[in-house]
């Protein structure tokens, strides 16, 4: 083995495991806690949401229902688009926006599908009512119920979460 094998060993063996480190480093769940949301300290640095809400409510569900719909009305009343980006609430796992769609040549069927974000233009509303778009309140712990209120944050990019109290109706 010559004195340059050698010393190329060695320097595999000083760096194998600090790339292994590395690597484990940045597996799931072996990284530092980075919290979804922010932290409450940083979250009071963030502006709140330039927004008027109107006619939020949840629909009223049988208790077998796994996934709910919150529909209501978000006035962007700020000067720049802003991206609602889903949420959280006291009774699901989250709130994930959700965009109503017609099925290819079926007449009248429609499906779901998840959006990763909607945007609303400033100065413009956007209108989320029974047929049509909805925030779904994915994976319900339990189902709410007429009376009460449902605790509803949402997210918007770059500004404090926004919570709402939320009625329950019956369509
Ligand atoms: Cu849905």
Request: hydrophobic share 45%; proline share 9%; net charge positive.
């Amino acid at each position: 083995m010559s004195l340059q094998s050698v010393f190329f060993a060695l320097i595999l063996l000083a760096v194998v495991p600090a790339a292994q480190a590395q690597q484990h480093h940045s597996m799931p769940g072996m990284t530092m806690p980075v919290p979804a949301q922010p932290a409450t300290s940083t979250a009071k640095k963030l502006p709140a949401a330039p927004v008027k809400i109107s006619g939020a409510f949840v629909q009223a569900l049988p208790p077998s229902a796994a996934d709910g719909s919150v529909y209501l009305s978000i006035t962007n009343t700020g000067k720049a688009a802003l991206k609602l980006t889903g949420g959280t609430s006291n009774v699901s796992k989250a709130v994930t926006p959700m965009q109503q769609t017609k099925m290819e040549g079926m007449a009248g069927m429609t499906g779901m599908k998840d959006l990763p974000t909607m945007i609303i233009k400033a100065g413009q509303t956007l209108t989320l009512s029974p047929g049509g778009n909805h925030l779904m309140l994915y994976r319900m712990k339990r189902v709410p119920q007429v009376g009460e209120k449902v605790t509803l944050t949402l997210n918007f990019t770059g500004y404090a979460p926004l919570t709402l109290k939320v009625p329950v109706k019956r369509l």
